[in-house]
């Protein structure tokens, strides 16, 4: 059974950091895109960053850059979001999704095979 499974959700005060982990199981990330998207309660899902597993292309939504980055770990099969300087509007479910081959429009929902459950990230004081 393919499944990705997101953790490292938490509550986090504004200015802390988070480290996101989306562990692939059956099956390895070599030939698949990676993207991380987030939603927010009454707001569509966004994407937040992709990673290419085969060369380590990366992109970031403009929002993101310099706080967020997005890496993998070929022995672990898994891919982390590293999120530093949060506020709260990053709080929202966080969600890792694959797609299996190239990617041009990674932010786009519909270009993913398949998602992993969410983990839940809520930044307050």
């Known amino acids: 059974q393919l499944q990705l499974v997101e953790s490292g959700g938490a509550l986090v005060q504004p200015g802390g950091s988070l480290r996101l982990s989306c562990a692939a199981s059956g099956f390895t990330l070599d030939y698949y895109a990676i993207g991380w998207f987030r939603q927010a309660p009454g707001k569509e899902r966004e994407g937040v960053s992709c990673?290419?597993?085969?060369?380590?292309?990366?992109n970031y939504a403009d929002s993101m850059k310099g706080r967020f980055t997005i890496s993998r770990d070929k022995a672990k099969n898994t891919v982390y979001l590293q999120m530093n300087s949060l506020k709260p509007e990053d709080t929202a479910v966080y969600y890792c999704?694959?797609?299996?081959?190239?990617?041009?429009?990674?932010?786009?929902?519909?270009?993913?095979?398949?998602w992993g459950q969410g983990t839940q990230v809520t930044v307050s004081s």
């Open positions: 990673i290419r597993y085969s060369d380590g292309s990366t």
């Open positions: 999704a694959a797609r299996w081959g190239p990617i041009t429009n990674w932010d786009r929902k519909d270009c993913y095979d398949f």
